[in-house]
């Protein structure tokens, strides 16, 4: 299990991959700007002495507010050669959101867009005292840039595995963000892991297309590219229309995306664009069988469903599986334990039969190092035994015969119509390829005499054409069985969305 530094892993690949390509950035005007490891080095060494200037050093937070852009990963790596921690936020949050969570880290310094300063400086108020705004374009890391603190002499920090890299705010899908605390060794050890599990060489390079301050684009692209010197292609916004011809104009092979984004890319793309070739992807989260196996024809592979999560680094397992189906997510990855809980409370559970995964592993290590200023929560959450620490997923699992694992829901996304277990998870994979349908959420509504039934939100391909209810009722009729089938219709413009695509059920106007 690798115990290291992050900041040893990126001075490793430097030195050993010094001439080789990094990073490619594709900005929003289409513009592609290149550095080697060499060359980003210097960007971070400049980007380490700016945050000096302004008054960070090692324990100190810095608190990014950042699209994709290369600043982002400028300072992401010049705060692990210092010693300080980042708080990666959504760029788009409000006010309110930018307020509460300066109150919970007090940040040292804030980096925002200069087009949302405005947003950013009522909500940092005087709690921040030292606000940078960027371009979030490759000026900002220029020589000449509002990141160019020239370099010092200054001797460099000792930086330890059990020192504090990242809080990164959970996605809140049912609940307020909880801080998820993570170090040296969490982001040494995913970067070894996760190049491993998806076979990565020098050769190869990720498209990045989801956010750079989620846990996906970090653990499972940047980081492992970097432990092993590939390179990445990153783009300033998800485009679901130019996905396929970004991919194609950066020279990717492989990239990693969630089921949202994968549904808008084959509602959007241009029907006549050949297909990629691409070696490797990832994807999480439900996926139906056709739209599997459209996406597989459209970017010359299959892409391999995974299981993880911010709180446990690397990913828990994975389909290796030949060939991948859409359903699995396969079986834990080398060095990896997990327990499937039978709810009857008899140990572990039968073949088939839905359980809570836990997961063990070492704090600060190969799990979360625990939940910002949550120490009761922490403890829930982890369990310590004789042969390690057990984390409690609050996820769903179910295992075949032969031990593959499949993703059933959240604890809580799993409902009873009378006395039957229904996946809400699985009803939105199969209706999401209903004829007419971009996309859907299904909730759970009480029912006087089934207890609870599923109830279906739908946003239409074609708003001006949308399916009709009878038809979608029909559809399900054919092919979900009795109790998953929605009682009722609702059509949006739009659904709550996360920003990495993850719906927020609990903000669906009822």
């Known amino acids: 299990m690798t115990t290291g530094t992050f900041k040893s892993t990126w001075e490793s690949a430097v030195l050993e991959h010094a001439g080789r390509p990094f990073l490619l950035f594709r900005s929003a005007s289409g513009t592609v700007t290149q550095w080697s490891y060499g060359e980003f080095d210097a960007v971070v060494a400049r980007t380490a002495s700016a945050l000096r200037a ?21 300072l992401w790596l010049a705060a692990t050669r210092i010693g300080a921690w980042i708080v990666p936020v959504d760029p788009a949050s409000a006010a309110r959101d930018v307020a509460s969570q300066v109150r919970r880290v007090r940040p040292v310094v804030g980096v925002c867009a200069a087009d949302r300063a405005a947003t950013y400086r009522e909500g940092a108020g005087v709690t921040v ?25 200054s001797t460099a920090p000792e930086v330890t595995p059990a020192d504090r890299l990242a809080v990164m705010f959970t996605s809140g899908t049912t609940s307020e963000p909880k ?13 070894t892991t996760m190049a491993a599990a998806a076979h990565l060489e020098p050769r190869h390079r990720w498209h990045v297309t989801l956010p750079l301050f989620h846990a996906n684009a970090q653990y499972y692209c940047i980081a492992p590219a970097i432990a092993v010197g590939a390179s990445v292609a990153l783009s300033a916004t998800f485009s679901a229309s130019g996905w396929i011809p970004h991919a194609r104009e950066l020279g990717a092979t492989h990239a990693s995306l969630f089921a949202a984004p994968i549904r808008m890319i084959l509602a959007r793309h241009a029907h006549d664009e050949p297909p990629l070739r691409l070696e490797h992807v990832w994807f999480a989260q439900s996926l139906g ?20 999560m911010t709180e446990t680094v690397a990913i828990v397992c994975a389909d290796t599986a030949e060939p991948p189906t859409h359903d699995v997510i396969g079986t834990p990855l080398p060095g990896r334990r997990v327990h499937v809980a039978d709810p009857a409370g008899r140990g572990i559970a039968p ?50 015969a032969d031990g593959a694992l499949r993703f059933v829901g959240r604890v809580d996304d799993v409902i009873k119509v009378s006395g ?7 009803v939105e994979a199969a209706v999401a390829q209903a004829p007419g349908v971009l996309e859907v959420a299904v909730i759970a509504q009480p029912d006087p005499v089934r207890d609870v039934v599923p109830v279906a939100y739908v946003v239409a391909r074609d708003p001006d054409n949308p399916p009709h209810s009878s038809d979608l009722a029909q559809w399900a009729a054919n092919h979900l069985a009795p109790a998953a089938r929605p009682r009722a219709w609702h059509f949006l413009d739009e659904l709550p969305r996360t920003s990495v695509g993850k719906v927020r059920r609990f903000r669906i106007p009822r």
């Open 54 to 74: 302004a008054g960070v050093e090692a324990g100190s937070p810095v608190h990014l507010a950042l699209r994709n852009c290369p600043a982002f990963i400028a």
């Open 129 to 153: 005292p030292v606000v940078i705004e960027l371009a979030e374009d490759a000026c900002d890391v220029t020589e000449s840039g509002p990141l160019a603190g020239g370099v010092t002499a």
């Open 179 to 191: 801080g998820v605390l993570l170090t040296q060794a969490n982001y040494a050890h995913v970067a």
């Open 289 to 308: 069988a056709e739209h599997h196996a459209e996406f597989a024809r459209l970017v010359g592979t299959r892409p391999r469903q995974l299981y993880g």
């Open 351 to 400: 073949p088939g039969v839905p359980g809570e995964l836990s997961v063990l592993g070492t704090p600060g290590v190969d799990l979360f190092a625990g939940y910002l200023d949550d120490e009761r929560t922490t403890q829930s959450a982890f369990r310590a035994t004789a042969d390690g620490t057990w984390f409690a997923t609050g996820d769903l699992v179910s295992a075949d």
């Open 420 to 426: 039957e277990n229904v996946s809400l998870t699985e």
